[in-house]
């Protein structure tokens, strides 16, 4: 076990060091942030010096070893655009994204897996035939819409949930929270409802094919011919297999909002990493750019290798050797 | 466990208890762009510059298209390179101390930077700042800069004591000035919450708290807009204009911008561009007016020229080129491209009001009268640096004049590439005419206001009629919206700023 989480971060290490590498590639062809740098103005010889002075004349490779070795000492650099250090300004939206992002996992989690199981009992009725239909709408609707549709509904038309932004937020130490107001909890349903649905449909169509696979084996016949109240049956015994391929998504897709969340940050006005993620990249502010793809790459790497481990945990049969 | 649980419930009901409702302020705004920093110098775009100026002065101030004194009462302008400045007095900025000359030293001296200034163009004219005593300076620019003083109400005034004594990342989230208002709280990527500034020069604002709410999705604005969470929207979408105008609870309030939005062509020899006919040809085979209609939606107006209405050298008498592809036609069968020729049209499609849409329609037209367009469309962090090395030959650009100044204008954009001189740095398509260049340095001498406009205006003329160095479509138009039922009093400036000192309910 511990060798297997050993191999693991070594692994994950070189795929933080590519990801850096594929960074530095593409900013060669991105954008010159020259141009946010030097204003509108700057003749080319100013554009030159300034240039010089944020070290963009160099060769890639030598940036890219400085920043490396800048990175070795948790020293991310100064963003382009507000000259404050990188790592304080994509942690200060951390604690917008997180709670966005788990509130959203929460829902489709529990929802999805909820609907899952009904749906699994009884797959041929009128109800959950519709169910399903219906979430065929919810994988193939794109975030975007889903969002502006659900402003139009809730904000426009009905006028009882808001728009954009956090609402009143109370400030803990450094972590500006959105759920201890009444407020702030109004902002959060409808990005957390635009986020959740997508995965909420998935982890409900991999529940129901799970249930139907489980529900059809000996040892659930034997469960009902002993008696066993219904919900035993169905949670304890029945649900419990299913658990290791919804866990894996769960795990995955917590990951991936977390990260990029950017087209709901952006339509919401969420000020989260995916909002200063987008800006960065208009503005060709590279070291935030660089900085926040190797912290994203860093944050799904942990949680692939926790899901691993939860995984033999959860299921003996499942070890690494 | 019991006692943990009621303890857990004792701490969330009371922080739900402690966590007070902010009250709305007076006027809550929606923007389309969020401030980058709060450092002053920081960015010389108009989005950053327009939040900037409720914290800060400059020398100058632009109030109803004409430039007012603000930090400076009056000024001098004794010789070509020297001006005189008689400092206002009595001033204090918003930690309590006194603004006097050192601190205008101080701030021209920091645009040299480049590590906290977008402004080096600015700091690098200057040749040297005196201060004669505490409310008096002079500045003197290394070469004649007839609009040196046009400039001075973008460049604003630090604290050179509180500035020096912080590091540069408080500097560019918590600004002092000696504006009208003071900022409250910057939650990045949220709100800025500003409030007035009682002991203001100019008197306090009437309205008291401002809270501005930067949505840069378009339809997110509108939609706070419609369900009363915002009082107030700049940067309506065209698309969304007939929408605005139809809801009885919202008002709108328009008025013609200063951005020209324009074709730039360059005339290389061998090129089918360098022939005067063929460049006519494509003027001419253009119908902006359908383009104002139907890309547009009506929002926008067509122009002959660059320079706007308040802009030194704009002149009243230049007309477009009717729109005839007829006409086209002929003149470039007489240039021997009876069969069109081909080119390539770039354009940004995230900078402009419709750019992408009006290439578009730019290429059909030009392929009505034979010539092919391939559309090169990017988005403007790619575009602007590739036009800036020269790259594209033919592409779609818009402009407006911090300065109100044609001719500075036009040093940028259409004078000869000359990288040691500074010339052309914007004039991506190369475009280069000697009569040009030797018009527009006359002018860079000349003392007298009413000779150098005259030879600006007769500049303008030659450019855009004879040698058709650019291919001139609209001026944008800046659209608001209000809520009715606030009754705000507002006048949209020419420079799309929002100076909430002059707003009022």
Known sequence: MVTFVFRRLIQGAFVLLGVTLICFIIFRYMGDPVQTLAGQYATTAEREMIRQTFGLDQPAYIQYGRFLANAAQGNFGLSYVSRVPVLGLIVERFPATFELAFLAVCMAFVIGLGLGVIVSLRPYALRNRLIMAGSLAGISIPTFLIGILLIMVFAVWLEILPPFGRGDTVTIGFWRTGLLTLDGIRHLILPATTLALYQLTVLMRLTRAGMREVLAEEYIKTAWAKGLPPLKVIFKHALRNVMIPVITMTGLQFGEILAFSIVTETIFQWPGMGNLLLTSIYESDQPVIATYIMLAALMILTINILVDILYALLNPKIRYD | ?505
């Open chain 2, 1 to 505: 466990m019991k006692k943990t649980m009621l303890t857990l419930v004792m701490v969330l009901f009371l922080s739900f208890m402690a966590a007070t409702a902010m009250a709305a302020a007076d006027l809550v705004v929606a923007v389309d762009t969020p401030p980058r920093t709060m450092n002053p110098h920081g960015s010389d775009a108009d989005s950053n510059l327009s939040i900037m100026t409720n914290f800060f002065d400059g020398l100058l101030q632009l109030t109803d298209g004409k430039f007012m004194p603000a930090l400076a009462e009056r000024y001098e302008h004794p010789d070509t390179l020297t001006w005189k400045f008689y400092l206002r007095k009595g001033v204090t900025f918003h930690n309590g101390n006194t603004f006097d000359a050192q601190d205008v030293k101080y701030s021209f001296e920091r645009l040299n930077d480049p590590e906290v200034s977008e402004f080096t163009n600015t700091g690098k004219s200057i040749a040297s700042i005196e201060v004669i005593d505490d409310y008096t300076v002079i500045i003197k620019t290394k070469e004649h800069i007839p609009w040196f003083a046009n400039n001075l109400h973008q460049i604003f005034i630090m604290d050179k004591e509180s500035t020096e004594s912080r590091d540069v990342g408080d500097v560019g989230q918590k600004p002092i000035g000696t504006g009208a208002y003071k900022l409250v709280e910057w939650v990045k990527g949220s709100y800025l919450r500003l409030e007035a500034n009682e002991n203001y020069w100019e008197g306090a604002p009437p309205i008291k708290t401002v809270e501005i709410n930067p949505i840069t999705e378009s339809s997110t604005r509108f939609a706070a807009l419609v369900s009363g969470k915002v009082d107030m929207v700049s940067g309506v979408p065209v698309e969304l204009f007939d929408k605005v105008t139809a809801n009885p609870k919202l008002e709108v309030v328009n008025r013609p911008a200063r951005r020209a939005i324009f074709l730039s062509l360059g005339n290389a020899s061998g090129t089918p561009a360098a022939d005067i006919r063929v460049r006519k040809a494509m003027y001419m085979a253009i119908d902006e007016d359908e383009i104002v209609a139907k890309v547009m939606r009506g929002q926008a107006t067509p122009t002959a020229q660059l320079p706007d209405e308040a802009t030194i050298g704009y002149n009243p008498d230049l007309k477009r080129y009717p729109f005839d592809p007829a006409a086209a036609k002929q003149l470039l069968k007489e240039a021997g491209f009876e069969n069109g020729f081909e080119i390539t049209l770039a354009a940004p499609n995230d900078r402009y009001v419709q750019d992408k849409q009006i290439a578009e329609a730019v290429a059909k037209y030009l392929a009505k009268v034979g010539i092919k367009v391939t559309l090169d469309v990017k988005p403007k962090s790619v575009f602007f640096p590739e036009v800036g090395e020269g790259k594209h030959a033919f592409y779609l650009i818009g402009w407006l004049d911090g300065a109100f100044d044609m001719g500075r204008t036009y040093f940028n954009l259409i004078h000869t590439y000359d990288k040691d001189r500074g010339y052309g740095t914007w004039n991506g398509a190369r475009y280069s005419d000697p009569d040009i260049d030797k018009a527009l340095e006359a002018t860079a001498d000349m003392v007298d206001q009413d000779t150098r406009a005259k030879a600006l205006q007769d500049l303008n003329r030659m450019t855009m009629m004879d040698k058709i160095a650019w291919i001139p479509l609209h001026y944008q138009q800046d659209i608001y919206a209000l809520q009715k039922d606030k009754k705000i009093r507002f006048n949209p400036r020419a420079d799309m700023w929002m100076v909430y000192k002059e707003i009022s309910k």
